[in-house]
């Protein structure tokens, strides 16, 4: 039972359009969404997070929403740059967990086109 | 650099054969984890110490493998009789105490390959 899933592996979008990359979860218990990038033969590095008492928040070119009633989250990268063409995993992390203990989706691979 | 470090970056062994990996969390950070990530997959939480407690462990790490964290510093995961469902990235991280959001510093990550 996969509690995190992220149903598109791949995403091609042209510099300077929008990104958008969703995420769906199950476990209402989940209380911060995390959004990591990848990038080949480095590990994850987090990117933006948000609470699950707020529905959205942004940093420079990133935003991630939230929408708990539908229980999904998507991260919008605008404008795209070929430099975020990366693996992006999206993570939730349960209440009452140790702070560091986050399930992870498969994660999409965004490339971004000149 | 002052990053997460893991060593080695890639064990090649046969099956059957013990292989023990290394990590050096940032610093500061007494929380440190350890992930297993396989292709085509997000990162799996294995275990979690604060300074030198191992606190929790997940049921995907079997008997066969063990992690310790003496001194509250480096920290070593240790994989007894290496099968060949072993195969996978090993990622370790860590986080200062009080972090709300839980953000993961990761290291580049150790690649095992059982043959």
């Known amino acids: 039972d996969q509690q995190v899933k992220q149903n598109s592996p791949s995403l091609s979008v042209q510099e300077g359009r929008i990104s958008i990359l969703n995420c769906d979860y199950t476990?209402?218990?989940?209380?911060?969404f995390l959004w990591y990038k990848k990038y080949p033969a480095e590990g994850p590095t987090f990117l933006i997070s948000i609470s699950s008492i707020k529905d959205k928040n942004e940093d420079g070119r990133f935003t991630v929403f939230l929408n708990k009633s539908a229980k999904h989250l998507s991260l919008h990268i605008v404008p795209s740059q070929p430099g975020d063409s990366a693996v992006y995993f999206c993570?939730?992390?349960?209440?009452?967990?140790?702070?560091?203990?986050?399930?992870f989706g498969d994660g999409t691979t965004l490339t971004v086109k000149p | 650099d002052t990053g997460v470090s893991q060593d080695p970056r890639h064990k090649i062994t046969k099956r059957g054969q013990n292989v023990t990996f290394r990590c050096d969390p940032i610093?500061?950070?007494?929380?440190l984890y350890w992930y297993r990530q396989t292709l085509g997959q997000g990162p799996e939480f294995l275990t979690y110490?604060?300074?030198?407690?191992?606190?929790?462990k997940s049921r995907l790490l079997s008997d066969r493998f063990s992690a310790e964290r003496p001194k509250g510093s480096f920290s070593t995961l240790e994989i007894q009789r290496t099968e060949q469902g072993d195969s996978a990235m090993y990622l370790c991280?860590?986080?200062?105490?009080?972090?709300?959001?839980?953000?993961?510093?990761f290291g580049e990550g150790s690649r095992l390959t059982v043959l």
């Open positions: 476990n209402s218990m989940f209380d911060y």
């Open positions: 110490f604060q300074n030198e407690a191992q606190l929790e």
């Open positions: 610093s500061e950070h007494n929380r």
């Open positions: 991280a860590s986080t200062p105490q009080g972090g709300i959001s839980g953000e993961l510093f």
């Open positions: 993570a939730a992390r349960e209440h009452n967990t140790n702070a560091g203990k986050s399930t």
